[in-house]
């Protein structure tokens, strides 16, 4: 089984930017796509961002399109999430995942790790 | 990208069955076989719990199962144990290269 561990999380204020890692092992990482999932303080599961194991393909929810940035080095295992113009409804636990296959299932997950935006 | 549709929540007793729904489109639910059900204790990280509509992970209990009629899915979960209780989540392929999420259902065993 794979393991993810999700690092980068703290407090920003609004504007500001914040890059997450998460780096796995356990696993070939270069043949497996990857997402990352957020959940708000109380509430539901909100997909953000997926890409595909050769990191060719970028996929991101409306919410965060031309404001997040996701990429992966295959070399080191690690997945990142670029956030920019961070707004107050960014706060959230933000969760690595790996895809059974891309954009279809999340089999692996992380612990998750919290962002809060907040002046 | 409209969230899937879950009742917010569900109950039932020890023993019993019960049925969640998640309702979409044929953009989503109803037009591709990626459609996925997720278990969520309070504090912990999801767990695929049915992925492809029916299947269940390796590990998972053979009292979870999966089905789907038109545009909606349904997780259903046979002879209820107190360890079933917990937030459950759909989710499936959108049209476009996106993921969605269903809002949730809380679980709750009497």
């Known amino acids: 089984e794979v393991q993810l561990l999700e690092s980068g999380g703290g407090l920003v204020q609004p504007g500001g930017s914040l890059r997450l890692s998460c780096v796995a092992s356990?696993?070939?990482?270069?043949?497996?796509?990857m997402s990352w999932v957020r959940q708000a303080p109380g509430k539901g599961l909100e997909w953000v961002s997926g890409?595909?194991?050769?990191?060719?393909?970028?996929y991101y929810a409306d919410s965060v399109k031309g404001r997040f940035s996701i990429s992966r080095d295959n070399s080191k295992n690690t997945l990142y999430l670029q956030m920019n113009s961070l707004r107050a409804e960014d706060t959230a636990v933000y969760y690595c995942?790996?895809?059974?296959?891309?954009?279809?299932?999340?089999?692996?997950w992380g612990q998750g790790t919290l962002v809060t935006v907040s002046s | 990208q409209s969230a899937l549709t879950q009742p917010a929540s569900v109950s039932g007793s020890p023993g019993q069955s019960i049925t969640i729904s998640c309702t979409g489109t044929s953009s989503d639910v109803g037009g591709y076989n990626f459609v996925s059900w997720y278990q969520q204790h309070p504090g912990e990280a999801p767990k695929l719990m049915i992925y492809?509509?029916?299947n269940r992970p390796s590990g998972v209990s053979s009292r979870f199962s999966g089905s789907r009629s038109g545009n909606t899915a349904s997780l259903t979960i046979s002879g209820l144990q107190a360890e079933d209780e917990a937030d459950y989540y759909c989710?499936?392929?959108?049209?476009?290269?996106?993921?969605?999420f269903g809002g949730g259902t809380k679980l709750t065993v009497l």
């Open positions: 995942a790996k895809d059974r296959i891309t954009l279809s299932s999340l089999d692996n």
């Open positions: 356990g696993g070939t990482f270069s043949t497996y796509g």
């Open positions: 890409i595909n194991s050769g990191g060719g393909g970028t």
């Open positions: 492809d509509v029916t």
């Open positions: 989710s499936s392929y959108v049209r476009g290269s996106t993921l969605v």
